[in-house]
């Protein structure tokens, strides 16, 4: 089939079979793609998140390449697990789109699926397709513990660490830039593309002993927010702790932003937060900050420095801006 013709031109089962296609069989996956359900071999708890992207709000059609979107789809979800201390190892697509969409752009869309699914380590196993005004895709991962208790947001506890593995501030760093129309720092761009989740980094905190771990998806301040609330405790970061790197540093004097405010309330990077018992920080992670009790004049919450960040904490999808 050309990569001109409309999805509304190739039909339901035509879309169906470009994004299962050369999907390579995993030993977990006893039934894939084409009959009414998936069959996995599941042994012990299964651990499951959901994310839904959609077109404008997620990503936009000239910023990102279809290739993109697909990558982006999978690794925010499989983020989820790995904040977890779980080990995702399948994935089901919901995949909503206008008739009017080439199927060049599903073809491309797929390839950036299974690139991504690929490097997390997961197989896609299923789904469903249907039409809509926008592009969506409603991503389903599943996994398992590996015979460790789930890390929660609700373990912290005053006297521990807290860690960080990945990055921060990139995304909305490019995501400031490509507000503006620019294309640079490249650097920054392709980080608002596709995140560069820690894949593995979960598991080997919960085998480290982290007691509470979060992904950084809203932002570092407003996600250690919940792992703060969930544990009735006080998270206080470190700004010194935190270096502005070269690219930040450049969209921060092009714009005006403030780079700690990227480093500290931008979302999108789905970099791994946790906290640790002193001395248990697996190799790989940065000590940011510490937790601590409750006072008498103040509540749980994160703090810099011992003081209230002045302005939004991250990114709420019905409230506050980024």
């Known amino acids: 089939m050309p990569g001109t013709a409309t999805l509304a031109e190739i039909g339901e089962q035509a879309v ?56 982006k789809a999978v690794a925010v979800n499989v983020a989820d697990l790995e904040a977890m201390g779980a080990r995702a190892t399948a994935v089901v697509l919901g995949f909503s789109a206008p008739p009017h969409l080439q199927l060049r752009f599903v073809r491309e869309l797929t390839a950036g699926l299974h690139a991504e699914c690929a490097a997390a380590g997961v197989s896609l196993v299923g789904g469903d397709v249907t039409r809509s005004r926008d592009l969506t895709l409603s991503v389903t991962v599943l996994g398992g513990l590996e015979g460790r208790p789930p890390v929660l947001r609700s373990g912290a506890r005053p006297g521990d660490v807290v860690a960080l ?25 392709e980080a608002q593309r596709v995140p560069q989740v820690p894949y593995g980094e979960g598991a080997a905190a919960a085998q480290a002993g982290a007691t509470a771990m979060v992904d950084v998806s809203d932002g570092l301040l407003a996600d250690l927010g919940h792992v703060a609330s969930a544990s009735g405790v006080v998270v206080d970061l470190r700004r010194d702790a935190f270096e502005v790197p070269e690219p930040l540093q450049a969209v921060s004097a092009a714009t005006g932003a403030d780079p700690y405010d990227l480093l500290l309330t ?25 937790v601590r009790a409750v006072g008498p004049d103040a509540g749980a919450g994160v703090l810099v420095d011992g003081r209230t960040w002045p302005a939004a904490a991250g990114f709420d999808h019905f409230g506050a801006a980024r």
């Open 165 to 189: 593995r990945g990055r921060t501030g990139w995304a909305a760093a490019g995501l400031a830039v490509l507000s503006r129309g620019f294309r640079s720092p490249r650097a920054v761009v």
């Open 16 to 71: 169906i079979a470009t994004l299962t296609a050369g999907l390579p069989p995993a030993a977990d996956v006893l039934v894939g793609p084409g009959d009414d359900g998936a069959v996995l071999e599941v042994a012990g708890p299964l651990v499951t998140s959901l994310d839904v992207l959609v077109e404008n709000v997620h990503f936009k059609l000239g910023w990102s390449d279809p290739a993109d979107i697909g990558r």
């Open 266 to 290: 931008g979302g999108e990077d789905h970099a791994l937060a946790a906290t640790f018992a002193a001395g248990a920080v697996p190799e790989g992670w940065r000590v940011v900050g510490e």
